[in-house]
T-cell receptor, first 113, second 111 residues
Framework: DAGVIQSPRHEVTEMGQEVTLRCKPISGHNSLFWYRQTMMRGLELLIYFNNNVPIDDSGMPEDRFSAKMPNASFSTLKIQPSEPRDSAVYFC???????????FGPGTRLTVL | GEDVEQSLFLSVREGDSSVINCTYTDSSSTYLYWYKQEPGAGLQLLTYIFSNMDMKQDQRLTVLLNKKDKHLSLRIADTQTGDSAIYFCAEGASNDYKLSFGAGTTVTVRA
């Protein structure tokens, strides 16, 4: 398997623009997680899905953030409008079951100018 | 998930052993993980231990679990420059899809 795939790897945008991050989980995994990593706040769980259904979005910082998982092989994290404080590395991870190992993607480094 | 705490920094001389410590609070933890994050990369699973085990050894890595004190440690023998990274401990429970991650320990290996 290719592992968790994220795109783009790097994104530079201007404040106010819409940003869409994409993730393809490992085939057969039924849980998908979106994380954000910054120097100041470390690794934060934003939202996670189980069987394509959002289970816990309490980590989503504001209404500007939204996430979808239309099918088992694809998820998006959207920021609209983006702000400089959204600059971070965003990771997607997937896992097979409760408490199980999470497999992380390489991350998307987002810079909002 | 519950709180997972780790020290933030560790500096170690090349060839020495590194010991990274972690404490957790969730008594229902079933799995405990150590992840490694190299610069510019995602987190990769290094090793794990089931909560019913006390110790696990895998080549240069030794994981010790004190379930009574909810203390987990990772020992890296003969630390090499390639071991410089951020190490995260995480705990998972059989009734929760989430993992709880610590803040990560930045290990710097000096010559």
């Amino acid at each position: 398997d290719a592992g968790v795939i994220q795109s783009p790897r790097h994104e530079v945008t201007e404040m106010g623009q819409e940003v869409t991050l994409r993730c393809k989980p490992i085939s057969g995994h039924n849980s998908l997680f979106w994380y954000r990593q910054t120097m100041m706040r470390g690794l934060e769980l934003l939202i996670y899905f189980n069987n394509n259904v959002p289970i816990d979005d309490s980590g989503m910082p504001e209404d500007r953030f939204s996430a979808k998982m239309p099918n088992a092989s694809f998820s998006t994290l959207k920021i609209q409008p983006s702000e400089p404080r959204d600059s971070a590395v965003y990771f997607c991870a997937s896992s097979l079951g409760p408490g199980g190992e999470q497999f992380f993607g390489p991350g998307t480094r987002l810079t909002v100018l | 998930g519950e709180d997972v705490e780790q020290s933030l920094f560790l500096s170690v001389r090349e060839g020495d052993s590194s010991v990274i410590n972690c404490t957790y609070t969730d008594s229902s933890s079933t799995y405990l993980y150590w992840y490694k994050q190299e610069p510019g990369a995602g987190l990769q699973l290094l090793t794990y231990i089931f909560s019913n085990m006390d110790m696990k050894q895998d080549q240069r890595l030794t994981v010790l679990l004190n379930k009574k004190d909810k203390h987990l440690s990772l020992r890296i023998a003969d630390t090499q420059t390639g071991d410089s990274a951020i190490y995260f401990c995480a705990e998972g429970a059989s009734n929760d899809y989430k993992l709880s991650f610590g803040a990560g320990t930045t290990v710097t290996v000096r010559a």
